[in-house]
């Protein structure tokens, strides 16, 4: 039996990557998977009556520390505003390479809550900031206080007490580079230390929570139950900032996806099956199927999508009960579903298939990084011919995009002046188009080609080089699509059709976030970490826990 | 002083407001990048050629070109890094004047690893030669034969390179390279709402 990977023109596409769901790759369940034996501790609470203090949260192996440092401020409701504008948040938090001292915490204290606006030190390692969902928190409170648990559908539907806007790492606004912290065995996943963040947050609300409420009546209430606080995450409202990232960074995308899709053909080379692993696909998927009901969103983008996975689910079901095992089994099943549901169906079934198989799946999570430096620079000893020859074999689905189309070039990318955001607007009658960014990947590389073309082809591309400059930024992506073929999105990425929040949802996948909420085309919210094991629990944690029922 | 990362974007949107293509300001970027992780100057050496301005800078795109004076130091290492693999670019050339060379020294660096070559440069001012091995070559006659009362400082802490000044006028020009958002922006632009309280 010979599978192959599936092939980037089938995979590479937005409708498909914005599709993708959790999995065992997801780099939040890694981190839980990397960190269960690390000690975590609860290292100091300074918070008044009110809930606004710090609190610092300590994990550590040997001699090996990190620590959050949380700090809850005060926020009058018309500062409570979304990123665009926002400059106050209800909670920020950095985490610490080490211990922190009282000095360090003063620092971190007179720089951390203003984010962008601070400075940090390479003694600190990511920076983010959350803000109360208010309904919930005082709800929370409210009931707590009283020496009541709080009303679970209130809380479930919602999936989170704060939300997150912004996990910042890698040396912005001061924060170590990369370069620090790489070679560290336990950070050889992608994203541990921005997950670790989100993780010690999460604790961080469930601590305010009970405390406000202890403070509020100390002879009547009650902690948070265990039962409810692991079935909150930490939610997150994302925009257009993370949409250039994937484009950014190719060499890191192609890890993410090669290790699903080697994953994926792995489990369909599977000769034999057994009933006790075809069980437990169907345990996921009952109880991920309950769950969906508190996927909620107002977003008819994603209702059209939902409802689709939930009748596909149901199509999936009627064949799966009937479905006999037998020789390649999984291939059969992934064939079936392919060919008879929708993007978003199939790749929630694809991250179903990879639970039964921890052995398989577990291992590659540590594939999904890559030192992005090996291929930065340019070949060029290539002829003109050749690289002509892998844009037409690599870049296929551009070629044929006539990008004199006003429809083909509406949008263009750029960083906001007042935010040093990424933004996407309409060319046509928006200004600022001569700063946009680099972005417009097929458009650019639809016209190298064009140039190329133009010139002799057995001269090298250096030769290309000393005369034109314009398109070295895409030429050297060519080169990398050559050597890692899941490094590009093949759509245009400029295109009025576009819907970034795609781009947002393949990533946010990757991260491990699950009940997807568009606000709007390019902004969305999520959860993280919902029916995670908590603090004091993880060193329990099975990592079947995304997989258990919310109520 | 500020991160590795926030150098190379600062460089290469400023080398970008310049007018340098994204190509030529990703390079850049990550070349004074490794310049200031190596503990050399390389942002005011970038500085100092943004102040003499890119107008004024003569670009090598042709090895056998007339002008070269004032010859600019990014141009010049991305040629010989892009075309140094060519038999006959292996000889001597003799140029004038080229500003800021230390900001080419990465490319070379780049190009004598990749292609197993030596670059020997050689003037009244300089004289050092760049090899594929691990370590840049400096003139054997200025090593002593011993060292006195002679001490090691190890640590981890990078030493910051530039002035504030320096820092400031280079990061108020990788703004240039950001739009100005209106109030409408703000809205279509990002696609967030205004409000959080809920």
């Known amino acids: 039996m010979k599978i192959e990977l599936r092939k980037p023109e089938f995979v590479m596409k937005l409708d498909r990557l914005g599709s993708f769901h959790q999995s065992k790759l997801s780099f939040l369940r890694s981190f839980i998977r990397e960190f269960k034996d690390w000690d975590f501790q609860t290292h100091e609470l300074k918070l008044d009556n009110s809930g606004f203090g710090h609190g610092v949260y300590v994990v550590q192996k040997g001699n090996k520390q990190y620590s959050l440092v949380c700090f809850s401020n005060h926020l009058d409701e018309n500062e409570r505003s979304d990123r665009v504008i926002a400059t106050k948040w209800d909670a920020s938090f950095v985490l610490y390479d080490g211990i922190p001292s009282s000095a360090d915490i003063q620092r971190l204290k007179?720089?951390?809550?203003?984010?962008?606006?601070?400075?940090?030190?390479?003694?600190?390692?990511?920076?983010?900031?959350?803000?109360?969902?208010?309904?919930?928190?005082?709800?929370?409170?409210?009931?707590?206080?009283?020496?009541?648990?709080?009303d679970t559908s209130l809380l479930y539907n919602v999936g989170y007490l704060y939300r997150t806007t912004a996990v910042y790492g890698s040396g912005k606004f001061g924060l170590a580079d990369r370069i620090k912290i790489q070679d560290r065995e336990e950070l050889k996943g992608p994203f541990r230390l921005e997950m670790m963040l989100v993780f010690l947050a999460r604790q961080f609300t469930f601590d305010v929570v009970n405390h406000v409420a202890y403070h509020r009546s100390p002879t009547t209430s009650v902690k948070l139950s265990d039962d409810i606080a692991r079935n909150l995450g930490i939610g997150n409202s994302t925009g257009l900032g993370m949409a250039p990232f994937i484009v950014n960074h190719p060499a890191l995308l192609n890890q993410w996806i090669m290790a699903k899709e080697k994953a994926l053909r792995a489990i369909r080379l599977l000769e034999s099956v057994n009933e006790i692993e075809k069980n437990n696909f169907q345990s996921y998927l009952s109880t991920i199927q309950d769950n969906i009901k508190y996927w909620k969103t107002d977003s008819d983008y994603q209702i059209q999508k939902n409802g689709q996975l939930t009748n596909d689910l149901k199509d999936f079901q009627k064949y799966f009960n009937t479905k006999k095992i037998e020789k390649y089994f999984w291939n059969e099943v992934y064939e079936w579903v392919e060919k008879n549901t929708h993007a978003e169906c199939c790749e929630f079934i694809v991250s179903l298939m990879m639970e039964v198989y921890p052995d398989i799946v577990e291992p590659l999570s540590y594939e999904m990084s890559i030192n992005e430096e090996n291929y930065f620079d340019i070949d060029t000893t290539r002829n003109i011919q050749d690289i002509c020859n892998l844009i037409e074999k690599q870049y296929t689905w551009l070629l044929e995009i006539d990008f004199e189309q006003k429809d083909n070039i509406y949008n263009f990318w750029y960083y906001s002046k007042n935010k040093q955001e990424p933004r996407l607007s309409d060319r046509f009658s928006e200004e600022g188009a001569d700063l946009e960014l680099p972005l417009a990947i097929a458009r650019d590389i639809h016209h190298l080609y064009k140039g190329l073309k133009k010139m002799d082809p057995k001269k090298d591309i250096s030769f290309y080089l000393s005369k034109n400059q314009q398109y070295r930024h895409v030429l050297r992506r060519v080169f990398i699509c050559e050597q890692l073929p899941y490094s590009e999105i093949q759509d245009n990425t400029i295109s009025k059709t576009l819907i970034p929040v795609d781009m947002l949802r393949l990533k946010l996948s990757f991260f491990g976030a699950t009940r997807f909420d568009p606000r709007s085309d390019r902004w969305v919210r999520i959860t993280m970490y919902q029916g995670a094991p908590l603090m004091k629990e993880i060193s329990l944690s099975n990592d079947n826990w995304s997989y258990k029922k919310i109520a | 002083m500020h991160s590795l990362y926030e150098i190379e974007t600062t460089v290469k949107r400023s080398a970008k407001s310049q007018g340098l293509s994204w190509g030529i300001s990703e390079e850049i970027g990550k070349s004074i990048r490794i310049l200031e992780q190596s503990g050399?100057?390389?942002?005011?050496?970038?500085?100092?050629?943004?102040?003499?301005?890119?107008?004024?800078?003569?670009?090598?795109?042709?090895?056998?070109?007339?002008?070269?004076?004032?010859?600019?130091?990014?141009?010049?290492?991305?040629?010989?890094?892009?075309?140094?693999?060519?038999?006959?670019?292996?000889?001597?050339?003799?140029?004038?004047?080229?500003?800021?060379?230390?900001?080419?020294?990465?490319?070379?660096?780049?190009?004598?690893?990749?292609?197993?070559?030596?670059?020997?440069?050689?003037?009244?001012e300089i004289n050092i030669s760049i090899t594929p091995g691990e370590m840049t070559s400096i003139n054997q006659n200025q090593i002593p034969t011993s060292i006195n009362n002679f001490s090691i400082k190890v640590t981890q802490q990078r030493q910051q390179q530039y002035s504030n000044e320096t820092w400031e006028d280079l990061y108020q020009l990788s703004l240039e390279t950001f739009v100005e958002e209106t109030e409408e922006k703000k809205l279509s632009g990002a696609g967030a709402g205004l409000s959080d309280n809920d």
Request: glycine residues 4%; proline residues 4%; contains cysteine.
């Open chain 1, 110 to 150: 007179e720089n951390v809550p203003l984010q962008e606006q601070g400075r940090v030190t390479e003694k600190e390692l990511c920076l983010s900031r959350a803000n109360k969902s208010v309904r919930v928190f005082e709800h929370v409170v409210d009931q707590l206080s009283q020496g009541q648990q709080p």
């Open chain 2, 40 to 124: 050399l100057q390389g942002l005011e050496s970038f500085k100092n050629i943004v102040d003499f301005g890119f107008d004024n800078l003569t670009k090598l795109t042709d090895i056998n070109q007339k002008t070269t004076t004032h010859l600019c130091p990014i141009h010049f290492g991305i040629f010989f890094q892009d075309q140094s693999h060519l038999k006959e670019m292996h000889q001597t050339f003799k140029f004038e004047s080229l500003k800021e060379p230390l900001i080419s020294i990465p490319f070379f660096i780049k190009a004598a690893k990749k292609n197993l070559i030596y670059f020997h440069i050689h003037s009244s």
